[in-house]
T-cell receptor, first 112, second 112 residues
Framework: DPKIIQKPKYLVAVTGSEKILICEQY?????MYWYRQSAKKPLEFMFS???????DNQTASSRFQPQSSKKNHLDLQITALKPDDSATYFC???????????FGSGTRLTVL | GDSVTQTEGPVTLSEGTSLTVNCSYE??????LFWYVQYPGEGPQLLFK?????EKGSNRGFEATYNKEATSFHLQKASVQESDSAVYYC???????????FGTGTTVSVSP
C-alpha cells in the first residue's frame, strides 16, 4: 500500500483557474515537502514544512500556497494557473528535516 | 548556492555491461550525498545515501564513494540488467539543511 498518497494522479485545468493538490502521508513523519518536476527544471524544491510550520519557501510566486490542516497532510493550492505551471508535483516526507525523503507518485498537472 | 551536476543522458547500454553516472557537487558545508532512482509513473525512491566523506554506499549492485577532495559521488554498477532502466538522480543535503537539492537526472536505458 502506498504510504504517501497524492490526489488526483492527473489534473487538467484552464488558465486562470485554481486547483488544490492533495497529499497525505502515513509514515508518521514530522516533515513534509513539495517538489516540482518539469522538462525545464527536474525535481525543483518548492516548500518544506516541519510540525505543520513552514520552514523553507523557494517558490517566487505567491500563487503557490501550501496548506497543512493535519500533521500528516500538506496540500498545495495553486491560484491563477498559467500554462508554465504544467508539471508533475511531488509530495515527500521525512522523519525530521535533514533526513531521507520519501516521495509520493505525483500529480501531473496540465494547464491549457 | 548548492548545486549538483550529473552526466547528461540518455545513457544507452546492453545488459551485462558496466554503468558509470558521474556526479559532482558544490556546497559550502559538508553534505550528505544521495542517489535516487525514478521509474516511469513513480516518484523518486532512495537508492542509498552516504553521510560521511570517504565512505561508500551501495544497494542492489550499485555503489558510489563520497570523494570530498574531488567533490564527486559517481554511481557505478558492474553489470546492468534491463530492469535498471530508469532515471538516476544525484542529490545533496547540507548539514542541518532542510532541502534535498537534486541534479538534473540521467536517463539510463538498458537493452536485452
Amino acid at each position: 500500500d502506498p504510504k504517501i498518497i497524492q490526489k488526483p494522479k492527473y489534473l487538467v485545468a484552464v488558465t486562470g483557474s485554481e486547483k488544490i493538490l492533495i497529499c497525505e502521508q502515513y509514515l508518521g513523519h514530522n516533515a513534509m515537502y513539495w517538489y516540482r518536476q518539469s522538462a525545464k527544471k527536474p525535481l525543483e524544491f518548492m516548500f518544506s514544512y516541519s510540525y505543520q510550520k513552514l520552514m523553507d519557501n523557494q517558490t517566487a510566486s505567491s500563487r503557490f500556497q501550501p496548506q497543512s490542516s493535519k500533521k500528516n497532510h500538506l496540500d498545495l493550492q495553486i491560484t491563477a494557473l498559467k500554462p508554465d505551471d504544467s508539471a508533475t508535483y511531488f509530495c515527500a516526507s521525512s522523519q525530521d528535516t535533514a533526513e531521507t525523503l520519501y516521495f509520493g507518485s505525483g500529480t501531473r498537472l496540465t494547464v491549457l | 548556492g548548492d548545486s549538483v551536476t550529473q552526466t547528461e543522458g540518455p545513457v544507452t547500454l546492453s545488459e551485462g555491461t558496466s554503468l558509470t553516472v558521474n556526479c559532482s557537487y558544490e556546497t559550502k558545508q559538508y553534505p550528505t550525498l544521495f542517489w535516487y532512482v525514478q521509474y516511469p509513473g513513480e516518484g523518486p525512491q532512495l537508492l542509498f545515501k552516504v553521510p560521511k566523506a570517504n565512505e561508500k554506499g551501495s544497494n542492489r549492485g550499485f555503489e558510489a564513494t563520497y570523494n570530498k577532495e574531488a567533490t564527486s559521488f559517481h554511481l557505478q554498477k558492474a553489470s546492468v540488467q534491463e530492469s535498471d532502466s530508469a532515471v538516476y538522480y544525484c542529490a545533496l543535503m547540507r548539514q542541518g539543511g532542510r532541502a534535498l537539492i537534486f541534479g538534473t537526472g540521467t536517463t539510463v536505458s538498458v537493452s536485452p
